[in-house]
């Protein structure tokens, strides 16, 4: 609700036409949440994989089988060979920095491909997906 209406709300908390109104917000959000549930593609396997971009989610073993099914999934973009071995040494390389809630995905993927010697082949795959948004 907006600034104007939840003032409204706040200095006429019995006001007739006040709940019918807060009835029908609420149906249009519960109407619009479950349309989008139902038409955005959240189960696309695309997407699901290019979630293991999320630096956050480096070390865990879904986020190693989600890069895995990406490289499968671009395959026809990106090189392959040797790339389940460069998704394992990156899930597991302390020396890569930690991703902090503040931080820039786009940036910290920086990090990773200064390291064009050690991930050659995730670096193309990292470009990739993170290049589709844009």
Not at 18 to 34: G, I
Not at 36 to 65: E, Y
Not at 80 to 90: A, D, K, S
Not at 91 to 102: A, C, E, I, K, M
């Amino acid at each position: 609700v907006g600034q104007d209406a939840d003032s409204f709300r706040s200095q006429n908390p019995t006001h007739a036409l006040l709940k019918p109104f807060l009835q029908k917000l609420k149906n249009a959000y519960t109407t619009t949440a479950s349309y989008l549930q139902k038409k955005l593609p959240l189960a696309s396997p695309t997407l699901i994989a290019l979630s293991a971009l999320d630096p956050s989610l480096r070390g865990h073993s879904q986020a190693a089988v989600q890069l895995k099914t990406l490289s499968r999934l671009l395959s026809h973009l990106v090189p392959t060979e040797n790339i389940h071995l460069e998704i394992v040494r990156y899930n597991v390389d302390v020396s890569l920095p930690r991703f902090g809630d503040r931080d820039c995905v786009v940036e910290w993927w920086g990090h990773v491909f200064q390291r064009k010697d050690k991930y050659p082949a995730l670096i193309s795959l990292v470009k990739c997906g993170l290049s589709i948004f844009h």
